[in-house]
């Protein structure tokens, strides 16, 4: 059950009052790792079916999205993992209706049912900030620079509901409690730059929370902060995502980010899903070799602090012009002809577990699927 009183809306005329909204924030239990979270539950929120994002170039359409799909379920925390240039913050884009008008967008995402591709812009603004939220990577492009945090938080609150100011100023004064940022009365009045980093990004998710949302995109959400405060941070984020029953899609470059961090994850490679699984299915049994690459990229995983970085080698296709069969092919240190002629679906592999590989038991029979990269780079 949220402890956060869903603010009042139009359609739900009792006011909490204040007071209630006050109690409320004092009385905030704690969870800190998912094994503590609420577990999702068999409620499906969003249904993201066979998606497809093309813009057009001088030089040939971009295809940074060739074919997603995923559910997440009610307070579900979703990963999706892919180096840069993969496709997630377009896809995200195109649940949010932000991409831009040249975006050539197929397939369908659906929210609790309801199509939100080819939703009217007043319908989209409805969902958008209120249903569905959004934690951008760098603060600093979200929020005002000349406006108070204050301010910025009540107006998000106005735009979906009608209330009191001073209503709203409480609903802030509670987030900004809730996220753990101190003297929160008196920080209402500060402006973004006299907050540090770690601080923005947490007022970006009591913006995010601040109307009780059904799912929250964050992307990247701590990549421009050192490793303690994004830590704290993605802790923060689990905590507060049971206070308002939220699920999240989690996205990163860093696969390291992911771990106990989310329910499930989805690897994308060139636009497309190319693993899916448990998040320790993922990291313990990967049956795709792009995901061994990323697993062999982590530096701490092993508890090894002066393992070298084993990024792997070579960079992601060109979207104008990809290759012929998998396209991770040209980087895969199992690619046989086959791979170089077909692309690989993304089939059942284990239970509950996709992966898109033609070659997917040789990384079952492995003792260490992060091998493969090493003995093809030893062999350089
Ligand atoms: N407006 C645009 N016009 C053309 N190409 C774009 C546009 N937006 C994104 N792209 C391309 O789409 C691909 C996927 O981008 P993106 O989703 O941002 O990747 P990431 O996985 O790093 O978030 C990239 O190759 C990017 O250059
Ligand atoms: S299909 Fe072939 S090239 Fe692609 S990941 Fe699997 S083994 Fe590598
Ligand atoms: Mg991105």
Redesign the pocket.
């Known amino acids: 059950m949220s402890l956060t009183p869903p603010i009042n809306t139009p359609a739900s005329p009792t006011p909490p009052g204040e007071a209630a909204v006050t109690e409320a924030a004092e009385d905030v239990h704690t969870a800190h790792t998912l094994a503590d979270a609420e577990p999702p539950s068999d409620e499906e929120i969003l249904a993201v079916e066979d998606l497809t994002?093309e813009?057009p170039?001088d030089d040939g359409a971009?295809q940074?999205?060739r074919g997603l799909s995923y559910r997440l379920r009610a307070r579900e925390v979703l990963g999706i993992v892919?180096?840069?240039?993969?496709?997630?913050?377009?896809?995200?884009?195109a649940i949010m209706g932000l991409?831009?008008k040249?975006?050539r967008i197929r397939g369908s995402i659906r929210y609790r049912g309801t199509e939100l591709l080819g939703l009217r812009p007043k319908q989209q603004r409805a969902l958008r900030g209120r249903r569905i939220a959004m934690i951008f990577q760098d603060p600093m492009t979200s929020l005002n620079p000349v406006r108070s945090i204050g301010d910025q938080l009540a107006e998000a609150v106005l735009a979906h509901h009608l209330v009191p100011r001073r209503q709203a100023l409480a609903r802030a004064r509670e987030m900004l409690d809730l996220v753990g940022i101190p003297q929160a009365e008196k920080r209402l009045r500060a402006y973004p730059h006299e907050f540090s980093g770690g601080m923005r990004q947490r007022v970006m998710i009591a913006m995010a929370i601040i109307n009780d949302p059904d799912v929250i995109i964050a992307?990247?959400p701590t990549t421009a902060l050192d490793v303690t405060v994004q830590a704290q941070i993605l802790e923060k984020l689990l905590e507060v995502k049971d206070e308002v029953n939220a699920a999240i899609l989690m996205?990163t470059?860093d696969l390291g980010v992911i771990a106990g961090m989310a329910h499930r994850t989805l690897v994308?490679y060139a636009?497309k899903p190319v693993e899916v699984a448990g998040t320790d299915q993922v990291f313990y049994e990967p049956r795709m070799p792009y995901t061994a690459g990323l697993l062999g990229s982590i530096p701490a995983l092993d508890g090894d602090r002066d393992a070298r970085l084993r990024p792997i080698g070579g960079s992601?296709p060109s979207?104008i012009q990809l290759p012929v069969g998998c396209p991770f092919s040209p980087r895969c240190p199992l690619a046989t002809d086959e791979c170089r002629t077909d692309e690989p679906a993304l089939a059942e592999v284990g239970d509950g577990h996709l992966a898109a590989c033609h070659h997917h038991e040789r990384l079952a029979e492995a003792e260490d699927a992060t091998a493969f990269f090493r003995t093809a780079e030893e062999g350089r």
């Open positions: 994002v813009f170039t971009v940074a999205v892919g180096e840069s240039g993969s496709g997630k913050s377009v896809s995200s884009m991409l831009p040249s975006a992307d990247e996205i470059h994308m636009g992601p979207l």
